[in-house]
């Protein structure tokens, strides 16, 4: 059973602040991974996807993937209240079409 | 805009009264999915379609069953909803199968 795992949280951090979300999984052969963010009562919306060890930037996001340790994480700098939402971490599976998702991680960003 | 729309957006239906659930994109994406999610838990991959190839996963209840008539439309048949169906039901699309999903709003659905 291939699996993605988050830590439920809450995460809280002040605003202003940058708050880190991991996502460890366990499909060694998986080649796509995404963060969604998911306000509470909405369908996930896409913010992030990243294929290649390292990190990719956009505006405020960061997310950083290392295939040998089955680690993606996203960083998000100066948070905002706004940003205060579930953060759900999703890995294509190896030889299909598709993503397994975690239980996502609740962030809080206090004003 | 090109989007993915799922309708109804809330959905209150009888004990075993089946239902339909309906997704239409106009993104023309070749990927559909649904899934299943209930409060606080991680979406639950019920079905996806490559084109008309119907991939059924394997702990998906048989009360389930998916049917997508062309490339822009696809429903969720629930035979016979029991209490335990309850849940957001939520519908995507993606290109290619490899990229990121687009999602509809979504259907909460309530079985009473």
Known sequence: QKEVEQNSGPLSVPEGAIASLNCTYSDRGSQSFFWYRQYSGKSPELIMSIYSNGDKEDGRFTAQLNKASQYVSLLIRDSQPSDSATYLCAVGLSGTYKYIFGTGTRLKVLA | ?112
């Not at chain 2, 559909?32 to 998906?60: G, I, R, V």
Request: proline fraction near 5%.
């Open chain 2, 1 to 112: 805009d090109a989007m993915v729309i799922q309708n109804p957006r809330y959905q209150v239906t009888q004990f075993g009264k089946p239902v339909t659930l309906s997704c239409s994109q106009t993104l023309n994406h070749n990927v559909m999915y649904w899934y299943q999610q209930k409060s606080s838990q991680a979406p639950k991959l019920l079905f996806h379609y490559y084109d008309k190839d119907f991939n059924n996963e394997a702990d998906t209840p048989d009360n389930f069953q998916s049917r997508r008539p062309n490339t822009s439309f696809c429903f969720l048949d629930i035979r016979s909803p029991g209490l335990g169906d309850a849940a957001m039901y939520l519908c995507a699309t993606s290109r290619t199968g490899k990229d990121g999903y687009t999602f509809g709003s979504g259907t909460r659905l309530t079985v009473v």
